[in-house]
């Protein structure tokens, strides 16, 4: 692809190049890619993938478009001959609002992936206006605002396809959205395709508030990606929603199917579904009427069909977080879809003798996880330590009806994104050490060799510096903070919540704080940074983010801590502040209780940029400390056997561990009186309160262990030539975690497109 931005902006604009502005040049370098999009075929297979999802976390899509073009050093190079840095105007681009969390992260990583190796698969999924929605901190604490991210986007183009969705009592029509995925040095492309309503009314979202008329079906159900299920009405918009996505979904893999020659008889040769985490998992029922009232399939056969061409993989071993809805809700979205649902669970107990353990509806509610498996061909967790959970408690009666199904997928980044993107500062070290072939393999092992070399340890050391620098900048610009430029930076961010574990930061911080107030000044100053949104009707969460905040500034106010420590929590964590704090990190934080994180993914982000891992053996920390080895990572905490013990004989006394004097002195400090003054009382009592007497997710089960830990981490980092060392091993191994690797595993084993 060649391109001459002097020219097209001659011809577009009538004006040179050096006069536009950055917003300008960002919408001109948006239509430029989308319109050479436009004419690159798609990935062809008789066979195509369909990874259903309710989030797809994409992140701006123009810097990581010009690096799978290959035009980046070039478009830059043309831009900074007429003054302008290609950097700025990437700032102009607005990022999408389709996803929450690592969830959806993932599925953007996967997307990039499945283009990368040409494979044939779309992603499928809804086009929310107003995404999850935009944080704001409001009086320390989080306010939810809507994120109306669609008025200045420039990558979503109209498709002709359009489709009927009936539901119980009324019909809607769709539109179907897609944004071309490009791969990297391909000159095929899949789509991300999103669906979305005929009748949606954006003014039906206030300004500055994500609270709307849920009862407004026929136009509501597009506007925000998980509306709050803390109600009835809540709960029952979200199986409307799911029904609307996988309505389509299954309409428009039947439609392809035929265009491309099947039979519908012989469908599993055409399409497979992956269905990611329960949210999509109706597509089973709907499929299955489509293909009996539409297509005059026996019942039989088509679930025999279905049977054949659906996957699903599991996120989570959190009850609470496997999506179970009533009966009566199905029967009310979608009367057809209820009637089927009883017929598969009907089947499946004429089939495997009638156990409620294993039943797809029992006492009135409908398991969508179950109905997945039993009626998938396929069942992986996201890393090795999950899939044996799910495999051995979790699921375990599903593993012995079906242990052939289960298989474990270890979660994976892009390294586009996530280097070449994310830290140019290092993809260059890399480039003149390695070569450029790790863009590809992925492979960074040959680093291991130079883990003497003094030069390539200053060349890995001033990249680090680079990304600190870039993201001093970012704080500064966006958040009004600014950090020391010697500071060491210790970074957790994730979705706020409570088996995630930052309240036990918290808890250190708390620690820190009083043991600098008692004279113990650090050798550097160190900068804990917290990024993530908490669900509006996660009060707990909400409690958290407001004790941080308040950390945050009680500690800046304080003349004698400030210079030592600092607490920053970023406003609106999404993709692109990742992309500035994850290359900058010394320490990533990947403090779950263990048992709990199915896998994690920026833990994956922060190895591949040098960072040192600072966690519980849980989710994929558990293969990034046997890649590594103990010298380059630090472990701590109870081990998961011990914590499903504790769960199992409810043996776990929270009352009792924080009577123990140290600990005590950290719980209650969270509701000091200056504190309640200073604060929310409520919010912080109740957080206290809980801590003290249930602390569900343990944090002071583990707390000792981690500040005795995290100090050792911060003596080590003093020890600046082992510490480099440390970094580039990490670095050096996460080759492992490319989710080319993964999506080529879940082809080869699940997919074979
Ligand atoms: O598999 C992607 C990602 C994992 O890395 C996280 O460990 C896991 O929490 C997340 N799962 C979810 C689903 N629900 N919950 N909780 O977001 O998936």
Same mark, same amino acid.
């Given at each position: 692809?060649?391109?001459?931005?002097?020219?097209?902006?001659?011809?577009?604009?009538?004006?040179?190049?050096?006069?536009?502005?950055?917003?300008?040049?960002?919408?001109?370098?948006?239509?430029?890619?989308?319109?050479?999009?436009?004419?690159?075929?798609?990935?062809?297979?008789?066979?195509?993938?369909?990874?259903?999802?309710?989030?797809?976390?994409i992140?701006?899509?123009?810097?990581?478009?010009?690096?799978?073009?290959?035009?980046?050093?070039d478009?830059?190079?043309?831009?900074?001959?007429?003054?302008?840095?290609?950097?700025?105007?990437?700032?102009?681009?607005?990022?999408?609002?389709?996803?929450?969390?690592?969830?959806?992260?993932?599925?953007?990583?996967?997307?990039?992936?499945?283009?990368?190796?040409?494979?044939?698969?779309?992603?499928?999924?809804?086009?929310?206006?107003?995404?999850?929605?935009?944080?704001?901190?409001v009086?320390?604490?989080?306010?939810?605002?809507?994120?109306?991210?669609?008025?200045?986007?420039?990558?979503?183009?109209?498709?002709?396809?359009?489709?009927?969705?009936?539901?119980?009592?009324?019909?809607?029509?769709?539109?179907?959205?897609?944004?071309?995925?490009?791969?990297?040095?391909?000159?095929?492309?899949?789509?991300?395709?999103?669906?979305?309503?005929?009748?949606?009314?954006?003014?039906?979202v206030?300004?500055?508030?994500?609270?709307?008329?849920?009862?407004?079906?026929?136009?509501?159900?597009?506007?925000?990606?998980?509306?709050?299920?803390?109600?009835d009405?809540?709960?029952?918009?979200? &199986?409307?929603?799911?029904?609307? !996505? #996988?309505?389509?979904?299954?309409?428009? $893999? +039947?439609? =392809? @199917?035929? *265009?491309?020659?099947?039979?519908?008889?012989?469908?599993?040769?055409?399409?497979?579904?992956?269905?990611?985490?329960?949210h999509?998992?109706?597509?089973?029922?709907?499929?299955?009427?489509?293909?009996?009232?539409?297509?005059?399939?026996?019942?039989?056969?088509? &679930?025999?069909?279905?049977?054949? !061409? #659906?996957?699903?993989?599991?996120?989570? $071993? +959190?009850? =609470? @977080?496997? *999506?179970?809805?009533?009966?009566e809700?199905?029967?009310?979205?979608a009367?057809?879809?209820?009637?089927?649902?009883?017929?598969?669970?009907?089947?499946?107990?004429?089939?495997?003798?009638?156990?409620?353990?294993?039943?797809?509806?029992?006492?009135?509610?409908?398991?969508?996880?179950?109905?997945?498996?039993?009626?998938g061909?396929?069942?992986?967790?996201?890393?090795?330590?999950?899939?044996?959970?799910?495999?051995?408690?979790?699921?375990?009666?599903?593993?012995?009806?079906?242990?052939?199904?289960?298989?474990?997928?270890?979660?994976?980044?892009?390294?586009?994104?996530?280097?070449?993107?994310?830290?140019?500062?290092?993809?260059?070290v890399?480039?003149?050490?390695?070569?450029?072939?790790?863009r590809?393999?992925?492979?960074?092992?040959?680093?291991?060799a130079?883990?003497?070399?003094?030069?390539?340890?200053?060349?890995?050391?001033?990249?680090k510096?680079?990304?600190?620098?870039?993201?001093?900048?970012?704080?500064?610009?966006?958040?009004?903070?600014?950090?020391?430029?010697?500071?060491?930076?210790?970074?957790?961010?994730k979705?706020?919540?409570?088996?995630?574990?930052?309240?036990?930061?918290?808890?250190?911080?708390?620690?820190?704080?009083?043991?600098?107030?008692?004279?113990?000044?650090?050798?550097?100053?160190?900068?804990?940074?917290?990024?993530?949104?908490?669900?509006?009707a996660?009060?707990?969460?909400?409690?958290?983010?407001?004790?941080?905040?308040?950390?945050?500034?009680?500690?800046?106010?304080?003349?004698?801590?400030?210079?030592?420590?600092?607490?920053?929590?970023?406003?609106?964590?999404?993709?692109?502040?990742?992309?500035?704090?994850?290359?900058?990190?010394?320490?990533?934080?990947?403090?779950?209780?263990?048992?709990?994180?199915?896998?994690?993914?920026?833990?994956?982000?922060?190895?591949?940029?040098g960072?040192?891992?600072?966690?519980?053996?849980?989710?994929?920390?558990?293969?990034?400390a046997?890649?590594?080895?103990?010298?380059?990572?630090?472990?701590?905490?109870?081990?998961?056997?011990?914590?499903?013990?504790?769960?199992?004989?409810?043996?776990?006394?929270?009352?009792?561990?924080?009577?123990?004097?140290?600990?005590?002195?950290?719980?209650?400090?969270?509701?000091?009186?200056?504190?309640?003054?200073?604060?929310?009382?409520?919010?912080?009592?109740?957080l206290?309160d809980?801590?003290?007497?249930?602390?569900?997710?343990?944090?002071?089960?583990?707390?000792?262990?981690?500040?005795?830990?995290?100090?050792?981490?911060?003596?080590?980092?003093?020890?600046?030539?082992?510490?480099?060392?440390?970094?580039?091993?990490?670095?050096?191994?996460?080759?492992?975690?490319?989710?080319?690797?993964?999506?080529?595993?879940?082809?080869?084993?699940?997919?074979?497109?």
């Open positions: 692809m060649k391109i001459d931005l002097e020219a097209r902006s001659q011809e577009k604009f009538g004006r040179p190049l050096a006069e536009l502005d950055d917003t300008t040049i960002c919408t001109m370098l948006e239509d430029i890619v989308r319109e050479h999009a436009a004419t690159m075929p798609l990935n062809e297979g008789k066979r195509r993938l369909y990874y259903l999802s309710a989030e797809f976390l992140g701006r899509l123009l810097t990581n478009n010009l690096i799978e073009l290959g035009v980046y050093d478009v830059k190079a043309q831009l900074a001959a007429a003054g302008h840095d290609l950097g700025a105007v990437e700032e102009r681009e607005v990022e999408p609002s389709l996803g929450n969390g690592g969830l959806g992260r993932l599925a953007a990583c996967f997307l990039d992936s499945i283009a990368t190796l040409g494979l044939p698969g779309d992603g499928v999924g809804l086009n929310y206006h107003y995404g999850l929605f935009h944080q704001r901190f009086d320390l604490q989080q306010a939810a605002e809507p994120d109306g991210w669609l008025d200045r986007q420039d990558w979503l183009v109209k498709d002709e396809k359009a489709y009927t969705v009936e539901f119980g009592g009324f019909t809607v029509k769709s539109r179907l959205y897609d944004i071309d995925v490009l791969g990297y040095g391909r000159t095929t492309k899949n789509r991300l395709r999103l669906f979305d309503l005929e009748s949606v009314d954006d003014s039906l206030p300004v500055n508030s994500i609270d709307f008329d849920k009862g407004e079906l026929a136009k509501n159900l597009t506007l925000f990606l998980y509306p709050d299920d803390s109600d009405a809540g709960r029952l918009l979200r &199986v409307y929603q799911e029904y609307f !996505m #996988v309505s389509n979904a299954a309409q428009l $893999i +039947l439609d =392809e @199917a035929v *265009e491309r020659g099947s039979n519908l008889h012989d469908l599993p040769d055409y399409a497979v579904v992956q269905i990611n985490d329960t999509p998992s109706m597509v089973i029922p709907e499929l299955v009427r489509l293909l009996v009232d539409v297509h005059g399939f026996e019942f039989d056969e088509a &679930v025999s069909v279905v049977r054949r !061409m #659906v996957a699903y993989t599991n996120h989570t $071993i +959190l009850a =609470e @977080a496997l *999506e179970k809805w009533p009966l809700s199905l029967k009310t979205v009367p057809r879809i209820a009637e089927i649902v009883v017929k598969l669970d009907e089947l499946e107990r004429a089939e495997n003798g009638s156990n409620d353990a294993v039943a797809i509806v029992r006492d009135g509610v409908v398991h969508m996880a179950h109905m997945a498996i039993h009626y061909f396929s069942i992986n967790g996201v890393a090795a330590l999950h899939t044996k959970i799910l495999e051995d408690t979790e699921l375990h009666p599903f593993y012995e009806l079906y242990p052939e199904k289960f298989s474990n997928k270890t979660n994976g980044i892009t390294f586009r994104r996530w280097i070449m993107d994310a830290n140019p500062a290092l993809s260059g890399l480039d003149d050490v390695l070569g450029t072939d790790w590809t393999s992925c492979d960074l092992s040959g680093l291991l130079f883990k003497d070399d003094d030069a390539v340890l200053a060349r890995l050391d001033d990249a510096s680079e990304a600190k620098a870039g993201m001093r900048e970012f704080l500064w610009e966006t958040q009004g903070v600014r950090i020391p430029e010697d500071a060491i930076i210790d970074v957790q961010v979705r706020i919540h409570e088996y995630k574990r930052q309240q036990m930061l918290a808890l250190y911080i708390i620690w820190k704080y009083l043991d600098i107030k008692n004279g113990n000044i650090p050798a550097r100053p160190l900068t804990i940074i917290f990024g993530g949104k908490a669900a509006p996660y009060t707990i969460a909400q409690d958290i983010i407001h004790l941080i905040l308040l950390l945050s500034r009680w500690i800046a106010a304080d003349p004698v801590v400030s210079p030592h420590l600092q607490v920053v929590m970023i406003e609106n964590y999404n993709v692109s502040a990742a992309e500035r704090v994850i290359p900058a990190a010394d320490i990533s934080e990947q403090i779950s209780l263990a048992s709990k994180e199915a896998s994690g993914t920026s833990n994956m982000k922060f190895m591949l940029n960072a040192v891992t600072l966690c519980t053996l849980d989710g994929a920390n558990v293969e990034i046997d890649l590594v080895g103990d010298e380059n990572i630090y472990t701590f905490g109870t081990s998961s056997k011990e914590v499903e013990r504790l769960y199992a004989e409810h043996a776990y006394d929270a009352h009792a561990h924080y009577l123990r004097p140290g600990v005590k002195l950290l719980v209650d400090f969270i509701a000091n009186p200056a504190f309640l003054a200073l604060g929310n009382a409520e919010r912080l009592h109740r206290h809980d801590m003290a007497w249930k602390d569900w997710f343990m944090a002071l089960l583990d707390i000792e262990e981690y500040i005795q830990k995290k100090e050792q981490v911060l003596a080590d980092y003093e020890n600046r030539d082992a510490w480099r060392k440390k970094s580039l091993v990490n670095i050096a191994k996460a080759g492992a975690f490319s989710s080319d690797r993964t999506i080529r595993q879940y082809n080869e084993d699940i997919w074979h497109l």
